[in-house]
């Protein structure tokens, strides 16, 4: 008996966490990405949920991305944009809000999200 417990919290919890930061996620938010070159370091993000996913639009830099499709592995949202070239975006939970990197041919760089509206 313990052990089907012990299956069953397993399972429940791993089912549920990506459902949790794709509901966190969701609403309107200005990222700033720390140490950018000048003009490539204040954004606006509208992350939406979709069925199991999530789009985002992004404005802000070179940046003007409709609907970009974001992967959730092991409660991190992933995604490749292209901003002139192609950056790989990560972005996790951390403190009741988000943070994460933005991976560039100048290198890495830490974006900071803070919530302007949150989603329904």
């Given at each position: 008996m313990k052990v089907l417990f012990l299956v069953l919290t397993l399972w429940?919890?791993?089912?549920?966490?990506?459902?949790?930061?794709?509901?966190?996620?969701?609403?309107?938010?200005?990222?700033?990405?720390?140490?950018?070159?000048?003009g490539f370091q204040h954004y606006t993000v509208h992350i939406k949920k979709s069925g199991n996913q999530l789009k985002a639009d992004i404005k802000g830099?070179?940046?003007?991305?409709?609907?970009?499709?974001?992967?959730?592995?092991?409660?991190?949202?992933?995604?490749?944009?292209?901003i002139g070239e192609y950056v790989d975006l990560r972005i996790w939970e951390e403190k009741n809000g988000l943070t994460g990197s933005a991976q560039t041919s100048q290198g890495t760089f830490k974006l900071v999200f803070k919530k302007v509206v949150k989603g329904k």
């Amino acid at each position: 008996m313990k052990v089907l417990f012990l299956v069953l919290t397993l399972w429940i919890s791993g089912n549920l966490a990506p459902a949790d930061i794709l509901q966190k996620a969701t609403g309107i938010w200005t990222v700033q990405v720390t140490d950018a070159p000048e003009g490539f370091q204040h954004y606006t993000v509208h992350i939406k949920k979709s069925g199991n996913q999530l789009k985002a639009d992004i404005k802000g830099g070179d940046a003007d991305v409709k609907d970009q499709i974001f992967t959730v592995k092991d409660n991190v949202l992933s995604a490749s944009v292209y901003i002139g070239e192609y950056v790989d975006l990560r972005i996790w939970e951390e403190k009741n809000g988000l943070t994460g990197s933005a991976q560039t041919s100048q290198g890495t760089f830490k974006l900071v999200f803070k919530k302007v509206v949150k989603g329904k």
